[in-house]
């Protein structure tokens, strides 16, 4: 894995710039959609499922309710029956000593008794089995004879002798009108009022299988499922496969596994499995339900999506190209503008073609480049003293070097896919000249002043590893007094160049600081860099030649605004330079504050 990545960031590094913004600019937009678009899907799946659960417990809360009316139902009307007092009475009669006629009129006086008890339509049948001896017990017709009822499978004496009732399974049935049924029957019995141990009757209240299997059919929404009917053994009444429309008297697979869940689950996220409370008999409805077709919307979403992201991704491909190359050949022009400038030919002009930063960068560098041609011009024309050290000193605060440089740290920033910090580079850089031609006015306020030394800080710091703590103090009433303008810059490239950054063991830190003292103004620059030897200084001021191993554009600098100072200000205003080698250098720059005034008066 870690060779892939080696592999790819190197063939990163080594495209070109134009193919890097398109990479990245493509890869930023894909990356947010195709999350979006799985959250999407996921979210979705997450409220079909939730849909789901919700819809699957309503039909089984709905299906529970229809089953506990139907038993309840049928078990009350059993026990309605097998509690009148008169059919009790009448079925306790010996049959011997009954005639045919006061037979008949029982018989008659039963079925009118269960008529008039049977109001619901869902009941099937009503059966009474009563005593062989009675002449109507072989009716088959509401009246059976008992003996029957030692062959029947779903009849067991002993437990509902303990139990009074009961319900029975599924079974088969044959009647005399209707056929063979399967069919399952709320039994009561009829006791004898003299002996509570002997049965006199039986009551059946029989209730087609059909019923039942409405029952599941409607608790199983997906229509693809399984759903049982399970009595308080766990064993299987009865079941119904959705799917395949037909009968199930076992279970399928491992459904039976699902009877430990109550309530609502899920399983695997593949199975949804409902079981109800008990109802009326302790039995409870079950239902399996497959998740998949429950998600087959959810798939389709997916495919759309799927189908979305491609299209999005071609527009975005097609669009990032465009504008890669827009954005690219705009920096690369400039570029190519200032390696112009930087072999001295400033007869150049660069097309401004945007109002953005990079357009006001464009309009700033052919400001920059007219102020330096005017003031090549003034300077050749106010003397070759004045023109050395007001021009020099301009270009090396504004030369082409300096911004060729920090324009390849926004290229190579770029290229590190750090759009913000290319923002930034590219509004410190624009500020930055901006405060530097002021308008081509040779005064700015020292609020000004400052903050163009903050901007130079605060790209040298985007460019160098070392980090420098800036610090600025002015008092209110100096703030805005107006000076000459680039005074501080030269001496704060000086302090970092040939002071802070050859520092080993400790940050650098600039105060600059502004006041009055007395009837002078006092600009104080103090760093802790490595320092000035004593015998460097006076070089410096003076401009003699420097040793090997001190570059001489700082101490060139130094010399530059000593000699505007004197020019601008007159004799008066001075430089100050003190140094404790290894602690760092304060440099004090001071000038009469009556001079600084008729200098306001005279621009």
């Known amino acids: 894995a870690m060779a892939i990545f080696s592999f790819l960031a190197n063939a990163y590094r080594g495209t070109s710039y134009q193919n890097k913004l398109l ?24 409220v079909i499922i939730e849909q789901a659960t919700k819809i699957s417990d309503m039909y089984l809360q709905q299906a529970k309710t229809e089953l506990n009316a139907q038993l309840t139902g049928m078990m009350s009307l059993s026990q309605q029956i097998a509690r009148q007092q ?26 009118e008794i269960v008529q008039r008890m049977v109001f619901t339509s869902d009941v099937h049948d009503v059966r009474l089995y009563v005593d062989d001896g009675f002449l109507y017990s072989v009716r088959n017709l509401l009246t059976y004879p008992a003996s029957q009822l030692d062959d029947a499978d779903w009849f067991d004496r002993d437990s509902l002798l303990i139990a009074g009732a009961a319900f029975t399974p599924v079974y088969s049935y044959r009647y005399l009108t209707f056929g063979r049924t399967d069919v399952i029957s ?50 299987i009444v009865c079941g119904l496969d959705s799917g395949e429309q037909r009968l199930l008297m076992d279970f399928v697979a491992d459904d039976a596994h ?30 399996v339900s497959p998740v998949k077709p429950l998600l087959a919307s959810s798939a389709r979403l997916r495919v759309q999506l799927v189908f979305f992201a491609g299209l999005v991704g071609i527009i975005v491909y097609f669009l990032a190209w465009f504008y890669a190359r827009s954005n690219a050949g705009r920096i690369m022009g400039l570029v190519r503008k200032m390696r112009i400038v930087q072999s001295g030919h400033f007869d150049v002009n660069c097309v401004v073609d945007s109002t953005d930063e990079i357009g006001e960068l464009q309009s700033n560098f052919n400001m920059m480049i007219r102020e ?15 023109k050395d050290s007001e021009l020099k000193v301009l270009q090396a605060q504004i030369n082409p070097h300096f911004l060729y440089n920090t324009l390849d740290l926004i290229l190579w920033t770029a290229k590190n896919n750090q759009p913000d910090e290319v923002c930034d580079i590219v509004i410190n850089l624009s ?71 050859n520092l080993d063991d400790r940050e650098g830190e600039i105060l600059i600081k502004a006041r009055r003292d007395e009837q002078n103004l006092v600009i104080s620059v103090t760093d802790n860099g490595i320092g000035i030897e004593r015998s460097e200084i006076s070089r410096i001021l003076l401009r003699e030649p420097a040793r090997r191993d001190r570059p001489d554009v700082g101490r060139f600098g130094l010399y530059n605004i000593r000699e505007r100072l004197r020019v601008y200000y007159g004799d008066e205003a001075r430089i100050d330079v003190a140094s404790t080698p290894g602690k760092g250098t304060t440099i ?8 600084l005034a008729e200098r306001q008066e005279q621009t």
């Open 23 to 46: 990479i990245s600019y493509f890869v930023f937009i894909m990356i947010p959609l195709l999350f979006f678009a799985i959250f999407s899907y996921q979210q979705s799946s997450r």
């Open 86 to 111: 008169r059919v009790r009475a009448i079925l306790e009669q010996p049959p011997g000593n009954l005639s045919i006629s006061q037979q008949y009129d029982d018989l008659n006086e039963i079925d």
């Open 186 to 235: 709320a039994l009561s019995l009829i006791r004898s009022s003299r002996d509570f141990a002997t049965m006199t009757g039986l009551v059946a209240v029989d209730l087609k299988l059909e019923t039942l299997l409405e029952v599941l059919q409607h608790v199983d929404f997906s229509a693809q499922g399984r759903a049982y009917i399970v009595n308080m053994a766990d064993q």
């Open 258 to 287: 699902y009877l430990q869940h109550s309530g609502i689950a899920m399983h695997n996220q593949t199975v949804l499995s409902g079981l109800s409370d008990p109802v009326f008999g302790g039995w409870r409805v079950l239902v």
């Open 372 to 386: 330096i041609r005017l003031l090549l011009d003034e300077q050749y024309k106010l003397g070759q003293s004045l």
């Open 431 to 501: 500020r930055f000249y901006r405060l530097s031609l002021s308008n081509g006015e040779a005064q700015i306020t020292i609020d000004d002043e400052l903050e163009h030394v903050r901007l130079y800080v605060a790209l040298q710091n985007l460019r160098f590893k070392k980090k420098i703590a800036l610090i600025l103090e002015a008092d209110p009433d100096v703030r805005q007094l107006r000076i000459l303008k680039l005074l501080l810059q030269p001496i704060v490239e000086n302090s970092i160049l040939h002071g802070i950054q």
């Open 588 to 595: 004090s720059m001071t000038i009469p504050l009556p001079v």
